[in-house]
């Protein structure tokens, strides 16, 4: 993996944020993608941010949210935030 991985973790880990949106554009990005999502999983464990993934890879192929064990992926911006809203504050804007 590349070394900014754990970089991009550790800077993660100090931030403790509600979500981490990662993009996937190419298929070779998946690997680190999967790397970040496990590594943040080992590390922070219950205490891990959800974590949304997009980009050109993931609305080709749906299922890779799950298959990296993200929470959720987004086609497009609206239903990235509209995504986003409900992984971090569930219930909110339900009707």
Do not use: Y
């Not at 991985?5 to 880990?13: E, F, H, M």
């Not at 987004?74 to 995504?83: H, K």
């Amino acid at each position: 993996m590349p070394l900014w991985v754990d970089t991009l973790v550790a800077q993660i880990i100090d931030a403790k944020p509600d979500l981490v949106g990662l993009s996937v554009s190419f298929t070779q990005q998946l690997r680190v993608a999967k790397d970040v999502i496990h590594q943040l999983s080992e590390k922070m464990g219950s205490s891990k941010p959800a974590v949304m993934i997009g980009g050109l890879a993931v609305n080709r192929f749906g299922r890779l949210a799950d298959m990296l064990g993200a929470g959720a992926s987004g086609v497009n911006a609206q239903l990235a935030v509209t995504c986003a809203n409900q992984m971090v504050m569930p219930g909110v804007g339900m009707s």
